[in-house]
């Protein structure tokens, strides 16, 4: 299967996620807006968007709009 290596590669970063403690993600989209997301385990986020951005999460089938300045 042409796409193997690719989903192996996917699930090694899942569970690198999955074990880390921290981690920094700074998104840049082609429209030149940003996102930053900050995690600190176990419940600590930080989720700065770019002004006209919409985030919403889903955390255990409950989704919800993040307020955003």
Same mark, same amino acid.
């Given at each position: 299967?042409?796409?193997?290596? =690719? ?13 880390? =403690? ?8 082609? %429209?030149?807006?940003?996102? =930053?997301? %900050?995690?600190?385990? $176990? ?5 700065? #968007?770019? $002004?006209?951005? =919409?985030?919403?999460? %889903? ?7 993040? #307020?955003?300045?």
């Amino acid at each position: 299967m042409a796409y193997a290596g =690719t989903f192996g590669a996917l699930r090694k970063c899942e569970a690198a996620l999955k074990k880390a =403690t921290s981690w920094h993600v700074l998104m840049r989209m082609a %429209d030149g807006k940003s996102l =930053t997301l %900050d995690y600190a385990a $176990p419940h600590r986020w930080r989720i700065v #968007p770019a $002004p006209g951005i =919409t985030v919403y999460m %889903d955390m255990a089938g409950r989704v919800m709009q993040l #307020p955003a300045a």
